[in-house]
């Protein structure tokens, strides 16, 4: 306990003696600067650790192993999406002979936009069980599109979905559609 | 006639049990706290509903910076931080004396090439938290320094983990290098650190 004993000694010539309260210390202002530290240390210690995702990468064909044939994914089971310059995004479900400036549609990186488009993507999917999205980030993308659209996979519960590069066919198109959405801007600036 | 009175205490509650239960989680806390240290450069990690918290394991860090600079932050036990030095030390045919072994025990991250590792370890500590390299680790296709650094360090031992930490406008070609100098290493997970963002309401 915090009562500090006092030892009653040479009482006998003692005169009068002021009450013997044994003194107490206090220790609720103690207590609070213990809180308040213990507050402190408790926050700091888990705000500090940054929140990560999960990211694995396919593994590279060995040379030495023969190539597996090349899966194909048919085009109503599977979305491709491609991410631009100025986090634009472009979704697609062609191939490379049918895709054309009109089907390839663009659209935003919030709920309304993506979401929407891999949820019914999704649900127009001959076989949901195979429904893949490819992700095909441009070379004008940021890292935060990526980060963006892996994260709507998991959002979207998507669980496969692929990472390539542009193909070329897709290049072009992808091309001309940013180069044909920035031509008419420019002179309506004037 | 003498009325009794009941005489008055002030409530007095006991604190010495409450103290010492404090005391001791705060012992607890202090001791197990570690405080971020200062990064170099600003990063700042994109959002993700993911909720997952960064694990305690042995974890080196790779970051990249807006402009596309690489900075790779080994695992902080020092014997085995000797042990990367003197690996890739070899890999490259140098050779580093006490003290910049001791100055690369405490070194926060690396940023510079190879070639410059000796005259920046040789800098002042203050110095070093201040310098801003000017290329960050060389990593295209000729020249894979960064790789080469998880790989060393993956050779010391490999149950590191590896967190990469890029900025919100870090070009992608860039990350991109990164991921396919990761897959001819072989080494295929790892993690993106983010910061939160609250989960949808579906």
């Known amino acids: ?190 | 006639m003498a009325r009794i009175k009941p005489k008055r205490h002030g409530v007095v509650t006991d604190m010495t049990a409450m103290c010492d239960v404090t005391f001791l989680l705060l012992t607890f806390f202090i001791m197990t706290t570690q405080f971020k240290k200062p990064d170099v450069e600003q990063i700042k990690p994109p959002s993700s509903i993911s909720e997952k918290l960064l694990p305690d394991a042995s974890l080196m860090t790779i970051n990249a910076t807006p402009d596309g600079k690489f900075y790779f932050q080994p695992v902080e036990n020092a014997s085995e931080r000797l042990e990367l030095l003197n690996k890739m030390g070899q890999k490259y045919n140098m050779t580093f004396d006490n003290n910049e072994k001791a100055a690369f025990q405490k070194v926060q991250s690396i940023g510079v090439p190879m070639s410059q590792l000796k005259s920046y370890l040789d800098m002042p500590e203050d110095e070093q938290k201040n310098f801003k390299s000017p290329k960050g680790i060389p990593m295209d296709s000729t020249n894979q320094q960064l790789i080469d650094w998880v790989q060393q360090s993956l050779s010391v031992n490999p149950d590191y983990k590896l967190a990469i930490k890029g900025d919100v406008t870090t070009q992608y070609p860039k990350i991109k290098s990164l991921f396919e100098g990761l897959r001819d290493i072989d080494f295929l997970k790892f993690w993106l650190i983010t910061s939160q963002e609250g989960k949808p309401n579906d």
Not at chain 1, 24 to 29: A, E, K
Not at chain 1, 86 to 110: A, R
Not at chain 1, 134 to 140: A, E, F, N
């Open chain 1, 1 to 190: 306990m915090a009562e500090v004993q006092v030892q009653e000694k040479g009482a006998k010539g003692g005169k009068v003696r002021s009450k013997k309260n044994n003194p107490r210390v206090d220790m609720t202002p103690m207590v609070d600067l213990n809180f308040l530290l213990l507050m402190f240390f408790m926050f700091t210690s888990t705000f500090s650790k940054p929140n990560v995702m999960d990211l694995g990468l396919p593994a590279k064909p060995k040379k030495d192993t023969p190539k597996p044939p090349p899966t194909e994914i048919k085009l109503s089971n599977s979305i491709s999406l491609l991410l631009g310059k100025d986090n634009k995004i472009f979704w697609h479900q062609q191939d490379n002979t049918s895709l054309n400036d009109t089907n390839l549609n663009e659209t935003s990186y919030d709920r309304e936009g993506i979401r929407k488009v891999i949820e019914q993507a999704k649900a127009n999917a001959a076989d949901k069980t195979k429904f893949t999205v490819i992700i095909k980030p441009t070379d004008d993308a940021v890292y935060k599109n990526f980060v963006d659209i892996i994260d709507e996979m998991a959002i979207t519960k998507s669980e496969q979905y692929g990472v390539t590069d542009v193909k070329p066919w897709e290049k072009a198109i992808y091309e001309k559609k940013v180069g044909n959405s920035g031509a008419p801007a420019a002179p309506a600036t004037k």
